[in-house]
């Protein structure tokens, strides 16, 4: 026979996101209780606005029980004339047993006291108080609350609980709340409780109640309801899943309504109605041919035969906030894109107010329009002057809508916004577009900026950032980087290299420093390489190895690493990076940074003759890529390993030995091109 076990914590209802935030925890919590309880089974956790439910359908009614060994301090050190040392007595008093009842065993060569202790299990019953308890207590909500007269803490106060192993009620006393056998139904039909006769009965008292138990359920019975308006309507419904989970944590019966507004809001921009929708009201934006358009769905969580009011209830809720953010979008664009009052926020301490970031983001812009200039006139098909001209407006105005209403209201729609004024104030859509894509990529693996002039904009903010931030100190430690500038780097590298641009991380941080606070730009240099480590997702070592080299633009270390790992992934790799690193090893004590003269008229062996030979050829060669030039380096494997088996590099004549150093170093100093090959490990 199965022992059920059901756990039922009621309480007032649940704010959904800090219960969906934890919901993995409250389940491996439980989880972690009945390991440690020794009463592990499979259980279901479900949760309702009002209610956390656990079942289980086998649960052991008894503990299972456990053996420890505990291992004491040597028998010598234990006795002494026969008599138990302080030692001796200590380890016993620890087993809570007589010195006499302590064994003898052996451990690390050494004999010692020891002691099997046997625990039985006890009844799952007399444990479920203290399991219950701690379960509740590890749920870590963020923000908790106390009620009554009580100090225990939780969410929300709890009303009623069920603790029932099979048909038996478990007597629990828990936040002032006494276990009973009964539960709560929708409250459209009852407030009052209603007994629960058998717990395989529960999960159809609440169904015949109008409380949908599992979430799972709650959601397709949504989806469902989704599929059939869309049908009906010939409309599409924008699925968010975010949406979607807060929805089915507020709702015991969900059921999906079709509700409209006035037309007249739809010359607001679509961002602002679906902000306003979701995030005020829960509502799911409708589009109609690929269009938003004046509906929206609501999921209620009434119980009722004629919803009709509710639908017209909430499209009266609606109106006055679309009315209100109609009237902010109005009022913002009779007033522009100004920066009229960013000289009054303060940006950080020691950098200044928003505007002069503002201004600070508007010169390096200029100054990397300028280094960039020959690929944003291919793309733009504009003039110097003119792509000046306009970089410096994007980058003057993209703060500006913070000053809007509009973004006072909606502060998530920052930089859309400005997109949308620069649009109806008309704007270039160069700029316009610039303004929108400013903060790209906001998360890693996110969207990037569409262009390189939108590119541009958004480096000299992240640049701006990550310079001004180092300049007064405000450097990430371990984990903590408040002000996400490791996320501000990701993108930096991610632009450069989407956009095939020379970054030289030494000479931008040197241009760029001039106008901050003086500061070790050593320090940002190396976090940015350290980024680098993360971003490339590439063998460490070979990363190392190309840093080693002294590349520090960032797309020239992302070609070569990606060259040498083309090469790494050829058949006799393994073999070929062996050959070349007794290269690199030959050439340690030779210094590489002077000429490398060779005296073809020295060689002794006509092996000496090819390799430098076959050597030179591949130097005098012009390669389209780094790869190619990569390819032809590593065929000289098979002649140097000819070479190093017949020839002896060192010999005692100085000048033939330093030809033949030389002949080799000047290998390793082509490869030091693209990588330290000492760095590599494969």
């Known amino acids: 026979m199965n022992n059920t076990l059901l756990i039922e914590i009621g309480t007032e209802e649940l704010p959904a996101i800090p219960l969906l935030n934890i919901i993995e925890d409250i ?37 299972s029980s456990s053996q420890t060994e505990l291992f004491g301090p040597p028998v010598m050190a234990s006795l002494k004339d026969g008599v138990a040392t302080g030692a001796g007595l200590g380890f016993a008093k620890k087993c809570g047993v007589a010195f006499e009842e302590l064994g003898v065993s052996t451990k690390g060569g050494k004999e010692v006291l020891y002691f099997c202790k046997q625990e039985e299990g006890e009844e799952t019953k007399n444990l479920l ?39 038996e009620n478990i007597a629990l006393n828990l936040y002032g709340v006494q276990s009973s056998t009964y539960t709560y139904i929708h409250r459209m039909r009852d407030f009052e409780p209603i007994e629960v006769t058998s717990s395989t009965q529960y999960e159809q008292i609440l169904k015949n109640g109008n409380v949908i138990l599992n979430p799972k359920a ?26 979607l989970a807060e929805v089915v944590a507020i709702t015991e019966y969900p059921t999906a309504l079709l509700g409209s507004f006035d037309k007249l809001f739809l010359e607001l921009p679509p961002e602002v109605i679906i902000t306003s929708m979701k995030e005020n009201q829960r509502y799911f934006p409708v589009f109609e041919k690929g269009k938003l358009s004046n509906k929206f769905i609501v999921v209620s969580n009434a119980v009722t035969k004629d919803f009709s009011f509710i639908i017209t209830g909430n499209e009266r809720v609606l109106k006055p906030r679309l009315s209100d953010a109609l009237f902010f979008y109005r009022n913002d664009l009779t007033r522009g894109l100004r920066i009229d009052g960013l000289e009054k926020i303060t940006f950080m301490d020691g950098l200044g107010s928003l505007k002069d970031k503002v201004v600070r983001e508007s010169n390096i812009a200029t100054l990397l329009a300028q280094k960039y200039m020959p690929q944003l ?15 410096h407006e994007a980058s003057m105005s993209a703060k500006a809508d913070l000053m809007s209403e509009m973004v006072y209201e909606f502060t998530e729609l920052q930089g859309l916004m400005g997109y949308y004024y620069s649009l109806a ?41 990550l310079v001004g931030l180092f300049s007064v100190g405000k450097i990430p430690s371990g984990s903590k980087d408040p002000f996400a500038l490791r996320r501000a780097v990701n993108g930096i590298i991610r632009i450069v290299i989407e956009n095939s641009l020379n970054f030289d991380i030494n000479e931008i941080l040197t241009l760029l420093s001039k106008n901050y606070t003086p500061f070790e730009t050593k320090i940002l240099s190396d976090f940015i390489l350290e980024r680098i480590y993360k971003s490339f997702g590439s063998n460490v070592s070979i990363i190392a190895s190309v840093i080693s080299s002294g590349e520090r633009d960032i797309l020239k270390m992302s070609q070569k690493v990606n060259a040498l790992n083309s090469v790494l992934h050829q058949e006799g790799a393994t073999n070929a990076f062996a050959t070349f690193k007794r290269v690199a090893n030959i050439s340690k004590d030779v210094d590489i940074s002077q000429a490398l003269e060779v005296d073809e008229k020295l060689f002794k062996d006509e092996l ?5 030979n076959r050597y030179t050829q591949i130097i005098s060669k012009s390669f389209d890529s780094y790869e190619t030039k990569l390819k032809e380096l590593f065929g000289l494997q098979n002649i140097l390993e000819q070479y190093f088996e017949k020839i002896m590099v060192n010999v005692e004549d100085e000048k033939l030995r330093t030809n033949r150093l030389n002949s080799i170093a000047s290998i390793y100093k082509t490869f030091l091109e693209f990588a330290d090959l000492k760095e590599i490990s494969i």
Not at 33 to 43: A, G, M, P, V, W
Not at 434 to 454: C, R
């Open 27 to 63: 389940q491996s919590s439980w989880e972690k209780i009945l390991k440690k309880y020794r009463l592990s089974c499979d259980f279901d956790f479900y949760y309702t606005p009002r209610r956390l439910v656990l079942s289980h359908k086998n649960i052991a009614l008894v503990q």
């Open 129 to 167: 108080q203290s399991m219950i308890k701690a379960w509740l207590e590890s749920m870590n909500f963020g923000k908790m609350m106390r009620w009554g007269t009580r100090k225990e803490e939780f969410i929300r106060p709890i009303h009623w609980i069920q603790a029932r192993l099979n048909d």
């Open 218 to 243: 709650r959601e397709e019975k949504i989806l469902k309801e989704f599929e059939m308006i869309e049908k009906n309507h010939d409309i599409s419904i924008e699925m968010d899943d975010e949406l």
């Open 377 to 391: 006139q291919v793309q733009t098909d504009k003039q110097e002057d003119e792509i000046l001209t306009l970089i």
């Open 425 to 465: 104030l008309g704007k270039d859509s160069l700029v316009a577009n610039a303004i929108k894509e400013q903060y790209l990529p906001t998360k890693e693996g996110g969207e990037l900026p569409s262009n390189l002039f939108s590119s541009i904009v958004a480096l000299s903010i992240k640049l701006d950032t």
């Open 608 to 612: 000496e003759n090819v390799l430098y």
